[in-house]
């Protein structure tokens, strides 16, 4: 069981930064791919990054690709998303979900595939 809480979410101007923290409980997590998910009002979710579990392969959508950055500290139990450039099309409920297929290689984009996920954080970019 893997329980998920995210944090850093907040109301900022377009062309602004935000650092959103996904903090994990559980010992196995650092064998999980981790992937930051998005849903706007009247949309379906939508995938914005993926990390596998040693950190070493990301993976983004053209939509965020170059502002947003994922990263993770293991030995915090923490996977970070970093957004620069923010847009008022950023605006959403941003969450971390977990894959818990133990070391795996692919780091899917498919909500479906993700087994744990986090209540969200609210990200509002305002124009």
């Known amino acids: 069981q893997v329980q998920l809480v995210e944090s850093g979410g907040g109301l900022v101007q377009a062309g602004g930064s935000l650092r959103l923290s996904c903090a994990a409980s559980?010992?196995?997590?650092?064998?999980?791919?981790v992937g930051w998910f998005r849903q706007a009002p009247g949309k379906e979710r939508e995938f914005v990054a993926g990390i596998s579990w040693m950190g070493s392969r990301t993976h983004y959508p053209d939509s965020v690709k170059g502002r947003f950055t994922i990263s993770r500290d293991n030995a915090k139990n923490t996977v970070y998303l970093q957004m620069n450039s923010l847009k008022p099309e950023d605006t959403a409920v941003y969450y971390c979900?977990?894959?818990?297929?133990?070391?795996?290689?692919?780091?899917?984009?498919?909500?479906?595939?993700?087994?744990?996920w986090g209540q969200g954080t609210q990200v509002t970019v305002s124009s």
């Open positions: 979900a977990v894959d818990s297929a133990l070391t795996s290689w692919d780091v899917p984009d498919a909500s479906y595939k993700y087994d744990y």
């Open positions: 559980g010992r196995t997590f650092s064998r999980y791919n």
